[in-house]
């Protein structure tokens, strides 16, 4: 690349990128696997599950122009950990333990998958791909000082 092209680029990109705006929609879930990240208290099983918004009738991005539907999310499903029965929740009565059990309640049912059917989490995972949601993405603002979107959680419509 060029110095040019990296300033014509540079004079054309947005002050701010376009995201979706804070709200309800419509999402497809492509996959939900079982991964592992680092944090900050080491090595945590998650599910990822991600997402291509479709349905949302024509709702744009805060630029007013790129189409909902098609744009890809992904959200994190912490597990529970033996440790957080003992870890008071933030928000709500009881121990993270629970948070994180009601949250992943709260995912299965969105799916339309009853637990009490199912031999393991690998299957139930199978079965919430294809599934349409309901993801509820809030705009937030970076470190960075730039407007970022996320899917807090996962609902059913």
């Not at 990822?48 to 189409?67: A, E, M, S, W, Y």
């Not at 499903?77 to 992943?104: C, H, K, W």
């Not at 995912?107 to 995972?125: D, Y």
Request: charged share 20%.
């Amino acid at each position: 690349m060029t110095y040019e092209q990296l300033f014509n680029d540079l004079r054309s990109i947005e002050d701010q990128p376009a995201v979706i705006p804070t709200g309800d929609y419509s999402a497809v879930i492509t996959s939900a696997v079982l991964d592992t990240i680092e944090t900050e208290d080491g090595t945590r099983e998650v599910i990822r599950v991600n997402l291509t918004f479709q349905g949302n009738h024509g709702l744009t991005l805060t630029d007013g122009i790129t189409p909902i539907d098609g744009q890809v999310a992904q959200y994190t499903i912490f597990l529970p950990t033996p440790e957080d029965q003992n870890r008071p929740a933030q928000f709500s009565r009881g121990s993270m333990y629970d948070v994180s059990l009601r949250r992943l309640k709260r995912f299965f049912k969105a799916c339309g998958v009853n637990l009490q059917n199912e031999s393991s989490l690998e299957t139930a995972l199978q079965k919430c791909q294809g599934a349409t949601v309901i993801a509820h993405v809030v705009t937030q603002l970076g470190s960075d000082g730039l407007q970022y979107d996320r899917v807090q959680y996962i609902h059913g419509g």
